[in-house]
C-alpha cells in the first residue's frame, strides 16, 4: 500500500509518498516541496503546482492521495489563496484517476504522534522516526505531507483490520 | 476580439463569451453555468468544472480569458471553497494557453453600467440590453460572467486607443 500526502500552501507546497511494508513498516518512497517562481502570475503558479503533483503521482503510482482538510486560514484573502492551491491539488489526484482522503489535523496528529494536540516539532521528530530519516526535512511542509501519508496509511491499517476481525455476538 | 468572462462559484460556475466587431458592437457568443452534482465528492466536482471550461474554451476559442477579482467573502470556509473553484478556473484557461485578466467587482460595475457602486439589477439589465438578449439570463451567475467579458473587451478597446493616440506635447 502506498499513499501520497499533500501538504497545500501558496508559496511552498510539500509531497511525501511513502509505502507500507505487509508486516506494517513504513518506507518514505519520494518527498519534496513544489515552489512556483515567485514573480510568475497567479494562473502560471497554479499550473505549475498542478503539474508537479501530477509527474510525482505518475512517477510514483500511489494507490490513493490525501490531503490536509482545512478549515481556518488566517484571513478571508489568505483562504482564497490557499484554496486556489488547493483545488489544483484535488484535481492533479482526481484527473490521475486517485481518490482523494482528508483528513482534520487533530486526526494527523493523533496518527502519527498518538496525540491530536501535539506540537508541529513533535510530529517532526515522529515523521523522521518513523521513516528513518536522516534528518528533519526542511522545509516543514514536507514533514506535513508525510504525516499525512502516514496518518492516511494508519487509518487504512485499522479499517482493514476492522473489517478482517469476526463480528462480535 | 473575443473574451471569456468566468463567474466562479461553488454551486454554479457561470460562464460567457463575448465577441466585439471592429464597429464596436458586441454579440454573445455563448453563455451557460456548470453546475457539477450536488452529491459528487469536492475533487470530482472540481474535475467537472475544469474539463466544462476548457471545453468551452477549445469549442469557442476566447482570445482571452477574464475572471473577477475577490477579497472578500462570507467567512473563511466558504473562501476555501471558492478559491478552489478559482484555482481549477485559472488552471483551464492557463492549460488552454489563454492569458488571464482579473478585474475588481468595482471595475466590471463601472465597464458595464458606468458606475462602480451600481445595483446587480443594473448590471443584469445591462448585460441583457449590451447583449440583445431576449430576457436577462438565469442563473444570475451568467449575467455576471458575460459583464466580467464586457469588461475585458472595454478595457482591451480603450487600451488600444489610448496606445494608438499620438503622444501629446
Given at each position: 500500500?502506498?499513499?501520497?500526502?499533500?501538504?497545500?500552501?501558496?508559496?511552498?507546497t510539500g509531497y511525501g509518498v511513502v509505502e507500507q511494508d505487509p508486516d506494517g513498516r513504513l518506507h518514505c518512497v519520494a518527498l519534496g516541496v513544489i515552489k512556483p517562481g515567485r514573480q510568475a502570475e497567479?494562473?502560471?503558479?497554479?499550473?505549475?503546482?498542478?503539474?508537479?503533483?501530477?509527474?510525482?503521482i505518475e512517477t510514483h503510482q500511489p494507490d490513493m492521495v490525501a490531503i490536509e482538510e482545512i478549515f481556518y486560514s488566517v484571513n478571508v484573502k489568505s483562504a482564497l489563496k490557499l484554496g486556489q492551491v488547493r483545488g489544483v491539488a484535488l484535481l492533479a489526484a482526481s484527473n490521475c484517476k486517485r481518490e482523494v482522503a482528508e483528513y482534520s489535523p487533530l486526526s494527523i496528529k493523533s496518527a502519527v504522534v498518538g496525540y491530536g494536540r501535539a506540537e508541529?516539532?513533535?510530529v517532526q521528530q515522529m515523521v523522521t522516526h518513523l521513516?528513518?530519516?536522516e534528518s528533519v526535512p526542511e522545509p516543514p511542509d514536507i514533514t506535513d505531507a508525510l504525516a499525512i501519508?502516514?496518518?492516511?496509511?494508519?487509518?487504512?491499517?485499522?479499517?482493514?483490520?476492522?473489517?478482517?476481525?469476526?463480528?462480535?455476538?
Open positions: 500500500m502506498r499513499a501520497m500526502g499533500i501538504d497545500c500552501g501558496t508559496q511552498f497567479t494562473a502560471q503558479k497554479l499550473a505549475a503546482i498542478f503539474s508537479g503533483l501530477t509527474a510525482i508541529k516539532s513533535q521513516l528513518a530519516l501519508a502516514i496518518c492516511h496509511l494508519n487509518t487504512y491499517a485499522t479499517l482493514a483490520r476492522q473489517q478482517a476481525a469476526p463480528a462480535r455476538r
